[in-house]
């Protein structure tokens, strides 16, 4: 070959070797605070681990539920299929790094004055071997692989965001179910409680002292608790159904049995640093997901640049099938390929202005995963103050409450009051017990939202 010859694709490849490929640039990401706004209030009173945060509420049972989740739940049988799908396209990528390697046979006959002018007439059987290599040269293939392992890092990290969804779904649901358990408790001893004013009342219009109204009137209230205590009943039953969906289990094969409903909460600590949104899977997902849009505009660029292939090829022909292992029918060939398109109609402008568009949407969407889990922790912190606050203040309010129908029902059955009186004291007091248990299972369903805000804990 003579000199000359390489001079095209030697000054193609050091064109190609001094090309600038820099990738858009990340939009710039919001100033975020050392510690968010809420955490500065409260004092530990127990680690929540992030590897296993449910075990902070000391509930036998919620962690049987969460491990049984943990390994049957289909949102996250979905998750991990998707991994490995990501991990299956990341070895494909990774096989373009390598020789193309293969085998290939072939018997023809050709015919007609050409053919037999060039003496290329007649019957030819082959059997090659051929081998190819793409010299990356400017990074391209390097780039698809790295892109394709920030994909796979995505997934693992958007597994991880699904099983602590999945974890924190069950922890709520539990715990709302566990406060429908307190709920009806309540509602039974209401009923038992109206139950005795009912009899007592029943006593005293037999003996004349009061009129039928006033026993129509016990008798409603009776009767209305029943139906609150049976709607209870209803929800109880569909959060069961929902919980028996988090396990994968169906709703017939799961009874979770009232149980004392557990008094420990874990406490936030004082002074959350900011930087902890950094471990929170679904931030790592979108940095992940951004990072390799911005390689594939790198990868897409260089479609503007040749490519270098190697390829050889050997093997035998003959056009005699018998001789076709005979030494004399061994051919070969070695060969370099160099690619540059010329014109495409815009079809490497276009690939590439797809690429940063998809680059833009990524940043947009990893601000807004950062933006919206600054948002969800500090909902939670607040809740969390606010929620303390109301606890104290309802905690007076049943008391107050209790001790006035006690007043009334005393007062009541030595005639000193009417009966309008002492249902009013009872139905306050009923309503008043079951706001405090409202607000204590909302402390635990933000306790629940902020573990899974700050990514599982903050241990």
Known sequence: MKLHALIPLAAALVLAGCANLATSESHPMPTVPASFQGSGAQASAAAASQAQWWKAFADPQLDALTEQALAHNTSLQLAGARLAQSRALLRN???????????????????????RAQAQAGTLHELRLDASYEVDVIGRIAKASDAAKLDVRSREALLKSTQLLVQSQVAQTYFALRALDAERALMRETVAAYQDTLTLTERRHAAGDIAELDLARVRTEVEATRSQSIELDRQRAELEHALALLVGQLPSELA???????????????????AMLERRPDVIAAQSSLKAAQL???????AWFPTLALTANGGVASPELSDLF????????????????????????????????????AAAGYREQVLTAFKEVEDQLSSLRLLADQAEVQARAVASAERALTLSDSRYRNGLVSQLELLDARRSELTLRRQALQVRSAQFQSTIALIKALGGGWA
């Open 296 to 302: 594939r505009v790198g990868v897409a660029q260089t």
């Open 256 to 274: 979770v049995a009232e149980a004392h409903w557990s008094e420990v909460l874990p406490a936030v600590p004082a002074g959350l640093p900011s």
């Open 93 to 115: 990528t990774n096989a373009d790094r390598w020789p193309q390697v293969g085998v290939s046979a072939a018997s023809g006959r050709a015919g007609g004055d050409f053919n």
């Open 326 to 361: 005979k030494q004399s029918a061994g051919l070969w060939g070695v060969n370099a390929i160099l690619n540059l398109p010329l014109f495409d109609g815009g079809r490497r402008k276009a690939g590439v202005e797809s690429a940063a568009a998809e680059a833009d949407a």
